[in-house]
Every structure is written in C-alpha cells, then in structure tokens.
C-alpha cells in the first residue's frame, strides 16, 4: 500500500540526506471508508523497517505511534477538551506530550506519527489547540513523518483544514479482499521454502471467507507464522502445506486474543 511512499522517501534521502528528507517530506492524507486504522498500522510498521534497511528511520531509535485526535477529560476536573488517545486509552492534550514522553520511556528520537481523526468538525472549531498541533508537527518534522487518517466523507474539510499549513499528499486505500490475503500468505511461505499441497489454497480462502469480518494483516501474520513454524520444524525432508497444517481452532484464538487486545482502547468522551 505504501510501496510508492517508501520508494520517494528512499530517493530523497539519498540527495538529501535522511533529516531534510523528513523535514521536506509531505504530511501524508489517508481518507478511508471505515476509518479503521489496524491495516494502516500493520502497513506503517512495514514501512518503518524498509525505511531502516536504507538508513532513512532508524528501528533501534524509532518507533510507529498511533494517535486518536478527539475529546476528553483535560488537566482541569470535568473539563472536555481536545487532545489525543494513545491505544490504551490514556488522554493528553498535545501532540508535544505523547512524543515526549515516548521518548523518555522508551529511548526513541525518531519515526512514524499516525493521527487517526475523529469528530473532525468540532475539533477543527478548537482554533488554539489546532495551531498547537501545526507548531508541533513542524517542531518534531525533521525526525518523524505524519500521517494523518480520517472518514472519506470528511476529506474536503481535512484538506481545508491542513493544507493551508501543510505540503500534504493523499494516499488512496484499497479495500482489502480475501484474495489480497491469499496473496500475502502464498507470498510468505515461498520466502519460506514451503509449497501448498492439493486443494490447500481452497481451503484457505473458505476459512479467510468464515472470517473475514475478523481478519486483517496482524491476524494473519501470526497465524501464518505459527504455521509456517509447524511445517519447518517437522520431520518431513520438503515442506509441504497441507490443508491439515491450517488450524482454524490456532485462527479463532489469535482472532479472539486480538479483539480482547483492542477491546481495552477507549475512543471518545471518557465521562
């Protein structure tokens, strides 16, 4: 999804150098239908580690946030105000606090911002704590970049909003189908060595099929990397995926653990 993003960072930091190319780089629009930002996530991260193989972010010092921009309970009792969640629900104010104190915690200088938006028009009516942002994000630019995903439905006043500030470049998100999921997984186990056996990939789109409501990359990365774990360390001398090696029980349980995981976020007014 972010293929042609990670190549134009790539060739401006050759010229550039890494820094400038950050500072020069553009903040980055997702409008998306659901305004689920799980995919966008697990892109991100791929993003952040293509990114370090060519000395543009740096793994060791960096790290992948996820902010949701929205109303809360401020510093001062009762009071609604907005400000960013992180994704267990903590509330903050600023841009400025979460970055530093990711920092501090865990050592990191550098990386990639996602603000997910949420209520777009009453925040964008909170003109103080918007031109708060926008120094912010300049502030922090050189060393991270920005993306900033929001409802399609409000791309016009998004636009508005933050290219009067901002050079900003709007990345399309496809819809993900089962086949794309078929795709990435067929991909993965021949990085591995590992064949498909007969009917294995009819088998595979009719659980993706069950669980498609359920399933996105994160899912599936770890239920296929407790396959691919079982086919290697078997005795068999080539490894064959067989329709058996698909443990739905292994898929239900991952799913069940991911939504446990994401159940705890509290998105919204926090009463």
Not at 72 to 91: A, K, L, M, R, T
Not at 158 to 179: A, L, P, Q, R, Y
Not at 246 to 261: C, H, P, R, V, Y
Request: aromatic fraction near 12%; include cysteine.
């Amino acid at each position: 999804m972010l293929k042609k993003t990670k190549d134009d960072l790539i060739n401006a930091s050759k010229k550039l150098g890494s820094e400038k190319a950050l500072e020069f780089s553009p903040i980055y629009l997702i409008p998306q239908k659901n305004n689920s930002t799980e995919i966008l996530i697990y892109s991100l991260e791929k993003l952040m580690t293509e990114l370090d193989k060519n000395a543009v972010l740096s793994e060791k010092n960096g790290t992948c946030i996820r902010l949701c921009a929205d109303f809360g309970i401020g510093d001062i009792v009762n009071s609604i105000q907005p400000g960013f969640y992180d994704d267990s629900g903590n509330f903050k104010k600023t841009l400025e606090y979460w970055i530093n104190e990711i920092g501090l915690r865990y050592h990191v200088n550098q990386g990639i911002v996602l603000i997910d938006l949420k209520q777009t028009k009453d925040l964008f009516s909170e003109k103080v704590w918007c031109e708060q942002l926008f120094r912010h994000i300049k502030r922090y630019k050189k060393h991270f970049l920005f993306f900033v995903s929001f409802d399609e439905s409000d791309s016009k006043e998004v636009k508005n909003w933050i290219e009067k500030f901002f050079f900003c470049e709007t990345i399309e998100v496809k819809t993900i189908t089962e086949d794309d999921y078929i795709a990435f997984f067929k991909l993965q186990l021949e990085q591995y060595g590992i064949q498909t056996g007969d009917n294995c990939a009819a088998a595979l789109k009719s659980l993706l099929s069950k669980y498609k409501s359920d399933i996105n990359y994160t899912v599936l990365d770890i239920w296929l990397r407790k396959i691919v774990w079982d086919v290697l360390k078997s005795t068999d001398s080539t490894p064959i995926l067989q329709n058996n090696d698909l443990s739905e029980d292994t898929l239900s349980e991952i799913i069940k653990n991911f939504k446990s995981d994401s159940s705890t976020v509290k998105i919204g007014f926090n009463l």
